[in-house]
């Protein structure tokens, strides 16, 4: 049995990529800062898995503490080597993920998000733990003209968050070329994640105003907020509204298993990979597939353009489903059902 550490593990993607992992047969540390998470996500997933009378005791083990502290992650794999379950790879997901704080500021997102991951990349090289699944952003791509984005699409990030993401795969690359005969790196562009765990137990719950349009919407389902601000009615598309390319969190999940899969399988190589299914969903169509799955209404209103924003963004895929054995197996309906759910039975989220 693999042990790997998961950073930023009790955050949304990274809870459910536990869950995953878990099941897998990998074993599990997990260090999050929870600045923008709950430990609570953590106890739910021991709580699902003891539902099954599995026990996690030495499968799943939680240390609080920041990736920019060497000295914390410096303890962390000399603990596992000297316990003789060394780590034998990293899944990043730890960092700060707000576009819209990222204009306000911009040095707070370069030192969580450029300057943690280079300190974990530090101490991955002196414990010669050379794999890592770094959870990238479509926000990487920024403005384009191009409706479905692929791998070779130009990087240019239009906010200091996707700036922060691009430089960290531009990191990697520097640290691949430098050491090719070693690492093994895979850098995930996911697109739009909504939905939850089926069991309701994990789910999004975002410590500040939530800025993803999804959370948002169960929000107003659940009477938490009046209305729904959808940000232009005249762009070229089906009706008007914004296309996305919308992604179930356990399907963005089973592609962070299955990229470190392939990577420790195979020989050293540095992939850039989107994460998303290939399929465009406006606005409108997405709350009107909410309200029929859970037979709720959602008001909504309609306001100007945000700078920045695009008609279409949808993920070209295939590079991923065909290297990674890998497709999203969950639609709309799954996502829309699962993420109520989530709301549901979880009005104030961990709290």
Known sequence: ?????????????????????????????????????????????????????????DLLNFFHGDIRDKNFLNQIFANAKKDKS???AVLHFAGLKSVEDSFKDPMLYWENNVVGSLTLFEVMQSFNCNTVVFSSSATVY????????DESSVINPNNPYGQTKAAVENLLEGIFKSYSDKWRIANLRYFNPIGAHESGLIGEDPNDKPNNLFPIIC??????YKNLKIFGRDWPTIDGTGVRDYIHVMDLADSHRCALDFLLNNQ??????NIGTGKGTSVLELIQIFSDVNECDISYEFCERRPGDLPVVIANNRKAIELLNWCPKKNLYDMCLDGWNWQKLNPNGYK
């Open 142 to 149: 920024g403005i384009t003209s191009q409706k479905s984005v």
């Open 1 to 57: 049995m693999k042990t790997v550490l998961v950073t930023g593990g009790a955050g949304f993607i990274g809870s459910h990529t536990c869950i995953n992992l878990i099941e897998n047969n990998y074993r599990l540390i997990v260090v999050d800062s929870n600045i923008n998470s709950s430990p609570k996500s953590i106890e739910r997933i021991r709580q699902l898995f003891k539902n099954k009378s599995i026990d996690l005791s």
């Open 219 to 224: 929000r107003v389902a659940g009477g938490t």
């Open 86 to 88: 060394p780590i034998e």
């Open 268 to 273: 050293p190589q540095f992939l850039n990979l």
